[in-house]
């Protein structure tokens, strides 16, 4: 028997994965590593918080070398060192040294392609100047820069990474401006869910530019395309990636129409002997069933392994993906899986919206930290679309829950019987996302029929009256332009206050206000609850304030 | 139409659940609720943690007033009421004012039973100053004793609020003994995971006494089973709760063989116009099918507005009961839901077991903890069966995640493929749970086999050979007896130093383990690793060591 030769394009999440897998599963193969860049194994999601002296040694990034890999699992790591085109009839590669120049061709039985993805970059005067930062070779080069002292940061780009890096340079003391194109930070959640993050980053004193893009980089300053210029002496980018998809395609295999290599659920690209994974690859969607860039450490890792699993013999099948991520800023922590409300109703599809603003455990022990939640449901079918959360202590762990919910199928009004740990200081007995689930069960009986904060102002428009049911010194605090107050517990005795025509009923969060309409609904009157209540409308009126600055700007 | 009449019996979780619920569902209903005790509404789970001065104010555990559920709910509360007797025939109740003595009678269309369960208490001499803490007038009795300042406490009992008593009475300052009959604390989670927790109390100062019983209470002092006599001023004791079924034994409502309430899955007790909730009430065992009991606030909660639904002429069906459960304990959090293995082999269940040891977040971003997990799965089915969790931070979350899989019915290996929310300070790209499941599948294959700590000593009595494939660094901290050590990195090339016979591989947690185990047996070698590692084996030995401490006291 002659043993088998595996080769691997890219280390790092993916490509590490392969081949740790393949040596355990074949002990007596040939199992060699291509890495243009020259790390193989290191912490790429640690490189912003290593930018930021969170994490102090940059050896702490490093996480295995060329030799550990050989000594433990026989592996042939080759770094600076560029797989520069296939022959796929002859199922050899053509190998170049990026420091000697020398070219070799190796064979396979299976190739496996871990390419990655590549920043994109804006093309514009003084692009050049943008750093960003996926590996090693990136971070040493902003370390370089950030040790001549800058005293001031652009960042460009608003996504998860982007505002990782801002909060690293402010840790590092820097002023830093952050510019997005689009009209709210994080775009993957929906404007009122961001809306915080943005209003934290500005008490932070980050000068947040939303609806902006970066039209030149001068040599300490960027002009902007609202005609503005903002200091820019350091300047660093995260506008997203685009796959790798440059050795594959020239050896002329399937590319998706979203731009990645195209693999069938074996992760098998068109040619049977080369697999794909890692972001240069096409995910397939929980949500809609159609091909999606998802560029996720932990699915890298997994489909690593499941790559290595179908080349070994393995009846392998991936999950479709649903996205799921997380972000720490300045104290927040925010989290999404699935879809927002924003990208179904886009698509056309019918669903219901849930709001709450639950505490991270029970208010009567100290430290509680109030979250806004958010569920995205199919309103014919129940099941859950999507979540999204944001707070302290305590919404990781809650979108987790849902995202597992999701991978199993439960809807949302299963969400109220999961047995979740209570005790004082980690939960309350109807754990937070239990309480999504008592909402979403009160909407599937039609008991509590609601609004979202974006549909308000037609509603009112249409005649709706507005009652808000909180107390007096809640309302002296803050309300809704246009409402009229009757406290929860007064409206039995002063029904016949409110006036004719629909009534929209909320509160603080949206409890009481499920209790006045259903209070309201039994003395015949028709009434609907003004989801997640004020503080949700709240967050809805500051992603308006923040999308309206950009009009006025550019009107400007 | 005349309004229907429902009365509850019991307050706090379940029973004020079931009343908001049917007044949001039935504006036009009679409501009473009658309550024993002197609150309706109170924070049960707080009730160790204001004797400890965590909770500084008695005014944070109320929650509700009868005052403020009447405005709000329009329910009639009556507090140190008792409810005598019932009358399934005239479908009336004989209510005695505890205040007064005055007694009345007062009709229902549906009565809901919530009488929740009442301490155990062993009888031995002196057992009456034994406190317990189940309401505002146990906190009560037990500050006032308190304030005498005693010097010393004995706690009875090492289940989760026993413990949580220890925790609080050391934070007040006082000198605790921990008196448990069973072999380890926690009986609920098995011995090994339990062991760090006996050891955490010891280190603290808590004189632990494992396998020991409270014979008699003395004026401060109290005796013990092994014929010691402990200090004990302060006396509080949890050493279970039995089921408050008086009324409606003496109703001939059905009992069930575990002494509590027998309901239908629309908690439905053998009268039809009678529904039970609650603590009182027997639960389905969502792993055995069987009924058991099960006191939980959350269970307790979700059952009281299932009721309310009932009784509307909604379609319900409780869900069978996993029994997840939480507790903090200086500085530990310890998790479970479903079954321990020790109960799962007592009843000849075949089954796998997992151990890990990961840590909360990447090692590279500061504050990472390490925790324990624990796996049980059907070797079969590959059903997870039970789970349960030591550590810090983040423990809470991998169980809560495990739990919502099981009600999901996803398998053991299927967690390898959840979508969990990564960022280096929240996760690793290869989530604890996540790495749960990939060991899971790697039995599942068959990759990699597996035995237990407590098979071990039997395994090497057998004539199997134990490696140590740990580096000499570690191994001189601590190693098995009678294990070779060969490192991993070194089994390749020292190979034919391995004596004959089945090896049994095992490194600090068990990765390396697999790795040795793989390579091993491609290299013809039959091996097995040991689960979780040195540590777990450890922890194994720590568990022995506690019962085997007993077995010498009760010799002695």
Known sequence: MTSKRYLII???????????????????????????????????????????????????????????????????????????????????????????????????????LSPGATPVRPPMPGGDRMLTLRDIDDVDRAMAELEVAPRNALVIGAGFIGLEMVENLVHRGLDVTLVELGDQVLP??????????????????????????????????????????????????????????????????????????????????????????????????????????????????????????????????????????????????????????????????????VHTHPASHTGYYPGAEQMALKLVVDAETDEILGAQGIGGDGVDKRIDVIATAMAGGLTASDLADLELAYAPQFSSAKDPVNMLGYVALNAVEGLTPSIQWHELDAAMEAGDVLVDVRTPGEVAAGAIPGSINIPLDEIRARIDELPAGRLVVHCKVGQRGHTAVRLLAQLGREAVNLDGGYLTWQAGESARSHAEARETAIAA
């Open 188 to 353: 993957p959640l929906d404007p009122e869910m961001a809306a915080p993050v943005a209003d934290r980053l500005r008490d932070a004193g980050v000068d947040v530019r939303l609806g902006t893009q970066v039209t030149e980089l001068r040599a300490s300053t960027a002009l902007l395309s609202d005609g503005t210029t903002v200091p820019a002496e350091f300047v660093l980018g995260s506008i997203g990636v685009r796959p790798d998809t440059r050795l594959a395609a020239a050896a002329g295999l399937e590319i998706g129409e979203r731009g990645g290599i195209r693999v069938g659920d074996d992760l098998r690209t068109s040619d049977p002997h080369i697999w794909a994974i890692g972001d240069a690859v096409e995910k397939v969607d929980a949500i809609s069933g159609e091909h999606r860039l998802v560029a996720l450490a932990g699915l890298a890792n997994r489909h690593g392994r499941l790559a290595a699993d179908a080349i070994a013999g393995r009846d392998v099948r991936v999950r479709d993906a649903l996205g799921t991520a997380v972000v720490g800023l300045m104290g927040l922590t925010i989290a999404t899986t699935g879809w927002p409300e924003k990208l179904l109703r886009r698509v056309g599809r019918e669903i219901r919206v």
């Open 10 to 112: 890219g280390g790092v999440a993916g490509g590490m994965s392969a081949a740790t897998r393949l040596r355990r599963l074949d002990e007596h193969a040939d199992i060699i590593v291509l890495e243009r860049g020259g790390h193989v194994s290191f912490a790429n999601c640690g490189l912003p918080y290593y930018l930021g002296g969170v994490i102090e040694e940059r050896s702490s990034l490093l996480l295995q070398t060329p030799a550990s890999l050989g000594s433990r699992f026989g592996l042939d790591v080759r770094v600076r060192t560029e797989a520069v085109a296939i022959d796929r009839d002859a199922k050899t590669v053509l190998v170049r040294d990026l420091v000697t120049g020398e070219e070799t061709t190796e064979a396979y039985d299976a190739l496996v």
